[in-house]
């Protein structure tokens, strides 16, 4: 049995391993092991609103560091590729530009918006040249409405990890969900990534940690239901009975009085829907104890963006960070090394810690 070993009957199981979240060899190893495998999100398809539209980025700054570029051809088909020249390695595109055909700017080697090769000065003595290698890398790009996120690996389809949010919440007019810069935040936070994802998935804390939120959401109604393989969902019951959804009788949850879906995608993404839009939480490793999370938020209905359990959104995060931190003390003991889980309100943390378990076997 390995060190990362989680029973899969909660009743009997161990918290995981505390090497998980200490050791700088598992934190490298889940580069390739996990990260480099699942989906990341990207943006939206605003990013590249026209023909010919390029955003270079970084996947997972400061963590994978993968170089990426997202282009729309001439025909308005949109691409993920490699932002890295197939030449001598040099960066392709440097900034957001409008562009016909990509060219390196170190040796002149063309591309086009797909990222097949083109042309290249000085390369006509060279044998069986060019061949699809040449081209720059294409990844998968996977569209959910608006919402674009790619993988590094051939190896899971995006399905199995989004299907079950994207027909949950299927009536919400996405297109009108607009981005918010003013309103989306970056915090950085001295706690490994684990403990920030562990402690979104249970809704335990929330009586003991989250005073305001209690008073807005009915925590005996609280419930997780887990997507298996890779998502889970939490959802938050009104307890006000003002803020809620108004959902439409297509919907399963019709006649229920939801206050906040908090769906929560492998590894590291949290779609959290509220009745005035949605908040998308990137939780990005930096380090064995510093990660970044990304708040970016999308409004859809702005007058009910202060009511409810979405109108707190600040004072709920200071609070996450306060215990997520204290626990990263915690975990660095030489006394502690498991704990154990709540059968009836740690189901999703257990999920989490077993999917961790299985990549890392
Ligand atoms: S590195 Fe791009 S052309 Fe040489
Ligand atoms: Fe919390």
New binding site residues.
Partial sequence: MHRFFIDPDISRAKTINTDIYNSPEVFEALKDKIFACCWQFIGTTDLVKEAANCFPFTLLENYLNEPLLLTRDERGSLHCLSNV??????L?VYEPCKLSNLR??????LFQLSGKFKS?PEFKEVNNFPTPDDDLHQFRLFQWEKFLFTSLDQKFPANIFFKDMIERVSWLPLHDFHFRPDLSKEFFIDANWILYCENYLEGFHIPFVHAALNTLIDYSDYETELFFPFSSLQVGISKTGADYFDLPTSSKDYGRKIAAYYFWIFPNMMFNFYPWGLSVNLVQPLGVSKTKISFLIYVWQEEKRHAGAGGILDKVEAEDEEIVQKVQKGIRSRFYRHGRYSVTKERGTHHFHRLLSEFLS
């Avoid at 020249?85 to 040099?90: E, I």
């Fill in positions: 020249c197939t030449h001598r390695g040099n392709v390196c700017r170190y040796h002149g080697r290249m």
